[in-house]
């Protein structure tokens, strides 16, 4: 890599990454990291276990995300050259911390997709039943690696739209259970109102410990809300469009989060909510909207469609930036940028890899699958906790570098770090997650080993 983050061309075709990002592209982008297929059909469980305190989770979770977001955008924009936060964790922790990080991200990326291909299958055979589960998943990821292959307009284009699916649906619910409220709607469940958030065993029915056991959840859904430190080297703008981006994520987790959960457990009392179904086809369903399952079936293809375009995005840049420094020549070649502007190997491999691993969910005990989309997801504790201490290592030797300041830090950051410890504790409380976290643990032990034996050009 170049002295400014950027990748030394290795051949005559090969390019620095190109700005093809605009404004929209990366405040959509934000947008979609921050809101997956959970709110659509995990927030119904959650609610189960935290009842309206659920609010108070997201609220919670949100402040400290957009903290974690902050101490990432005070670092960056002292270089929009950088092509991530592994870049960061690189330079101001050491090559060690940014292998394991790396390739923790890496390998995350890839099983969020592999889960996302699986689930686009299910989801489908709502409308296909007889349709073999692998050929949407198949069909989605040939059709998002040629746009990944293009330019990254087009991925950053296709992604502006899968949002915007998600978008509409979530104001949508908003806007029509905020007229529910108004007009006091009478529901099968009786009269919608606000007062129904605290009627039914009060803000906290379940206590603190129900509240606790509901963070993980809550936390790993807000996964993917740090992709915005993935585009920065191909931002037009980056000095004003990163931040802007950062800045406007507590605005985004108050209107969707906060909010769509608030309306759902105004019309519906949280204990009639069922844990496995979708609260969103409940209310389309109970007021009337026909086909209100088909709507929400389709927003849920689509957002796993954009978790899918995003981890293609963030496996072949991750994937290039890993190799390039490698001192074995056919790992670097990994890493080539082609004429295009993109990573196309790198793009490649990722994408060979979600799709093996899609086919490899057929031959393997379920609880495989779920244990591997566990580790991912809590993997990104760890991710997220490297970024801030990469953030406080990064204030001690640069104190006045950025004009990006995190507001509050140093006291921010260990506040951050506290509640991911406290997020790790709560997930002792079920076995689900406690499987999860050990798994996690040994899976960073490995990398933490095999960095050892890591060497790269300097």
Partial sequence: MADNGGHQSTSKDSNELQRGLTNRHVQM???????????????????????????????????????MMRAMGEMMMTNVHYHSFVDLIHKYWGHRAGFVIGWAYWASWIAIAMAELTAIGVYIKLWLPGLPQWIPGFITILILLCINLITVKAFGEVEFWFALIKIVAIIALIVIGIGLMLFRYHTSAGVATPMNLVNHGGFFPNGGYGFLKSLPMVVFAFAGVEMVGMTAAETQDPEDVIPRAINNIPVRILIFYIGSLAVIMSIFPWNLLNANTSPFVMVFKDIGISGAADIINFVVITAAASSCNSALFTTGRMLSELTYKSTNPKIRWISHISRFQVPTYSILISAILIMFSAVLNYFIPGSVFTLISGVSTTSFLFIWGAIVVTHLIFCKKYPKESSFKMPWSPISDYLILIFFAIVMITMTMRESTLISLVATLVWMLILVIASRQHKEIE
Avoid: D, K, Q, R
């Fill in 29 to 67: 982008i934000a947008l979609g990291g921050a809101i997956g297929t959970g709110l659509f059909l995990g927030s119904g469980e959650s609610i189960h276990l935290a009842g309206p305190a659920i609010i108070l989770g997201y609220l919670i979770t949100g402040i400290i995300c957009f903290w």
